[in-house]
């Protein structure tokens, strides 16, 4: 009897934990704000879903998110703060130089997110990166 017991104990412990996930409680539109009735914690396991609910509220849906499906984290990031066809500045930044330039956005963007833009006296397309104050930074320190 004290063999079985043990038995079945080294077996549950073999016996991997419910895993819980987030998930979406009602279909949510694209460029949605996620809000705490927005999401839940559901048992289940999903590579690349989010976990937490802090990690959803507050951010913007990219996608389409439908009811009971997990959040998964390419899924939202953060609200976008340039709309598409937006002008805005355009930095160049290379140690002490700095030139700044109009560009015409040619997507959404959040804070920190790679942004193509126009710029619009050479017509040339160039990616940079946005800053908390809104403009695009391109060049050797692009990231914010």
Do not use: H
């Not at 819980?20 to 289940?44: F, K, N």
């Not at 140690?95 to 700044?100: L, P, S, W």
């Amino acid at each position: 009897m004290i063999r079985a017991m043990l038995l079945l104990g080294a077996l549950c412990a073999a016996c991997p934990a419910p895993a819980e996930m987030l998930v979406a409680t009602r279909t949510i539109r694209g460029q949605t704000i996620l809000g705490p009735a927005d999401v839940a914690v559901a048992e289940g396991e999903m590579p690349g879903a989010l976990i937490d609910p802090a990690e959803a509220i507050g951010q913007e849906a990219r996608v389409n998110l439908y009811a009971g499906r997990p959040i998964l984290a390419g899924d939202i990031g953060a609200p976008a703060i340039i709309e598409r066809n937006q002008i805005v500045t355009l930095l160049y930044r290379n140690g002490a130089v700095n030139i700044a330039a109009d560009a015409r956005a040619l997507d959404r963007a959040g804070v920190g997110d790679a942004l193509r833009v126009m710029n619009l006296a050479s017509r040339n397309t160039v990616t940079g990166y946005v800053a908390p104050d809104g403009t695009v930074t391109v060049g050797a320190s692009t990231r914010p």
